[in-house]
């Protein structure tokens, strides 16, 4: 289904059937109010009957909008995606241009909690074909060719979705970031120093780079795109 008409256009329900309505009886809700609520509580372990819950409603009327939580989760991720900033040609330098956009990217991807979305595909192709014109029409107008330019921005990808599976692995895991580094430490400690003998010698340094830093891995990528354009 498409994400457009939101404000009036409920999909067919294959849900339980909805509740009975007068005739003539508007709606108390439209399907954008429904999915500007499921990305406020974040769409990773999204219920319907939480959100119910919290548009005070019966979860049988949202059947009367979405098909179910698949379709729910879907359309509430488009309409998260739709709703990204990517930076605009403000004429700042390539370097600064990436960086922006991968800052945008973390936002939407870690704040939209779309992690699982993605990784299930019910996100497919289609969102990010906007944001990828704009870069290349960026990065070409700076002097970059068609492959140059699309190998930095599958660059930027990997290591931006990268580390939000990763903070996302580590919530799973132990609740947080710092949490997770806190497990990885205590398991060291369990561990005979014959068995990982180098991590043993270096337990703290190991923790803190059990999750990667992926804004210290993107400056090493933009690095390695300058020297070989010899700036």
Known sequence: MSSENLESSP?????????????GRPRRLTLAQILDAAIEMGLDGLRIAALADRLGVRPAVLYTYVTGRKELVRLAAQRASGAATFPEDEGQSWRQYATQYAQALHKLVEEGQLVSTLVSGNLGPAVEIDSSEQWLQVMLARGFDLPEALDLLR???????????????????????????????????????????????????????????????LALVLDGVASRRGE
């Open 11 to 23: 999909v067919e329900a294959e849900g339980p059937p909805p509740a009975a309505r007068s005739v």
């Open 155 to 217: 660059s930027i990808d990997l290591i931006v979705l990268g580390g939000a599976f990763l903070s996302s692995y580590a919530r799973a895991v132990a609740g947080g970031e710092a949490e997770y580094r806190d497990a990885v430490r205590a398991s060291i400690d369990q561990r005979s120093a014959e068995d990982v003998p180098v991590i043993a010698a270096h337990p703290d340094r190991y923790a803190d780079t059990a999750l990667p830093r992926w804004r210290t891995t």
